[in-house]
């Protein structure tokens, strides 16, 4: 049995190394080996909980459900295997098998966290506001959740709604990405209109344009100390303390460009001789999701038609990229390091923004720009299921893939739509 066991911990080495093949092909080789009765804990059990960790992580979520199924016939009782097999059921888009496997790992451990943050976002992917943003909550619990509270040491209470903040001064911070920002910081409007000063505690790259919204008294950089505040409350628990559903969502305009940016950027691109367009295909490599949402510009350029003008809403162009564009011949207008300002004012002077799930898409749909956001098939909760449209941007029209990995199928849609819609 030693020689089993030591392949066990070859293949969690691998693991942790990246090489999740090489791991992969040790677990196989193991449970091939190892008799009936080689079980937990170090035996059959970690081989297939590893295969099954290492199936969900290269996007093979029915393979991963498999797996788990095995796990949990050896230990019944595992409440990481269910929270596990949920969370597979979800990136598959069965909502009611991800609750039920997330309800059945609460069962056995109340204080599940990932579980309960799985239920959370499979309710407010299905649109269930009232229990999916109290269970969202439970993030606070994870590492990330822990960590950030450790770094932000605020001591002043929290605020999620039930007490009158009228005539009180309240800090609202960023989380996460520049996307949850740009998409949750229009409640701050609402938070003034209770009778608060509201102070916007926000990354860097969005001070500039944050001063636009509505109601907000002064906005810091994540960097700054803000001045004194009385309460607090991230962006994103801002939808349970104003008791947000989907049909209150505040919808519309509440972004603006800088002038000076916006009359720069008119210039530049001068007269309007055909419809403009931007474009962006990639998001963030640093995000562990970015591998499903982004798509090489190799796949997106064959579909454009080519009499629209294309302005790239990319910080950079790659080598690759500029000879990519050159050899399709498109009137291509690269832009240099934009920043978000200037992204913004580029925003304002296109007829349509067609976008992966990245910033870009709420910068542009909080501007109201008619924007087209090209979506995995497993997408963000907020995004809801099988919608077209958005509660949260009136303008945004979403473009789903039928499958997972299926681009080809969202962009001949697109190009279809480019050439009904858009004149000429």
């Known amino acids: 049995m030693a020689h089993l066991i030591s392949k066990i911990q070859q293949a969690q080495t691998l693991h942790r190394k990246g090489r999740l093949d090489d791991a992969r092909t040790l677990c196989e080789e193991l449970l091939q080996e190892a008799p009936a009765g080689f079980e937990a804990p170090s035996g059959r059990f970690e081989a297939l909980s590893l295969l099954a960790l290492i199936a969900a992580q290269q996007g093979d979520f029915e393979r991963a459900i498999v797996s788990y199924d095995r796990v949990i016939a050896i230990q019944p009782g595992f409440a990481d295997g269910y929270s596990n097999r949920g969370a597979s059921f979800a990136a598959l888009n069965r909502p009611d098998e991800a609750l039920a496997n997330f309800a059945r790992a609460i069962a056995i451990d109340p204080d599940h966290v990932e579980a309960h943050v799985g239920r959370a976002i499979v309710w407010l992917m299905q649109g269930d506001f009232a229990r999916g943003w109290r269970e969202f909550e439970w993030r606070w619990r994870t590492l990330q959740g822990r960590a950030m509270q450790a770094h932000k040491s605020i001591t002043q209470p929290l605020w999620l709604g039930a007490e009158d903040i009228a005539g009180k001064t309240i800090l609202l911070y960023s989380e996460k990405g520049l996307g949850d920002t740009l998409q949750f910081c229009r409640f701050a409007t609402c938070v003034r209109d209770l009778g608060a000063t509201v102070l916007l505690q926000v990354q860097e790259a969005l001070v ?29 628990s801002l939808p349970l303390a104003l008791k947000i559903e989907l049909p209150t969502i505040p919808a519309g305009k509440y972004l603006r460009a800088p002038p000076a940016s916006l009359a720069r950027w ?93 910033s870009i898409a709420h910068l542009s749909a909080a501007l109201a720009r008619k924007t087209w956001i090209l979506l995995p098939f497993n997408a963000d909760c907020r995004w809801l299921l099988d919608r077209s449209d958005s509660p949260w941007y009136p303008s945004a029209v979403l473009y789903r893939q039928a ?22």
């Not at 344009?209 to 109601?215: A, M, N």
């Not at 008119?266 to 999701?289: A, F, H, Y």
């Not at 962009?411 to 050439?419: C, G, S, Y």
């Open 208 to 236: 500039e344009v944050l001063h636009q919204v509505e109601g907000v008294s002064q906005v810091f950089a994540d960097t700054q100390q803000p001045a004194p505040f009385d309460v607090h409350c991230p962006l994103l």
């Open 266 to 358: 008119r210039t530049k691109l001068g007269e309007v001789s055909k419809p403009r367009i931007g474009l962006v295909w990639r998001g963030d490599p640093g995000n562990p999701d970015d591998f499903k949402r982004s798509l090489a510009l190799e796949q997106l350029l064959p579909h454009l038609p080519n009499r629209f003008r294309y302005v790239s809403l990319q910080k950079d162009l790659h080598e690759s990229e500029r000879r990519i564009v050159e050899a399709h011949r498109l009137d291509f207008v690269p832009s240099h390091d934009l920043n978000i300002a200037e992204t913004t004012a580029l925003c304002e002077c296109l007829d349509l923004v067609i976008s992966v799930d990245t």
């Open 403 to 424: 499958s997972s990995g299926d681009w080809r199928g969202v962009l001949t849609r697109v190009a279809a739509d480019l050439n009904r819609e858009l004149p000429a």
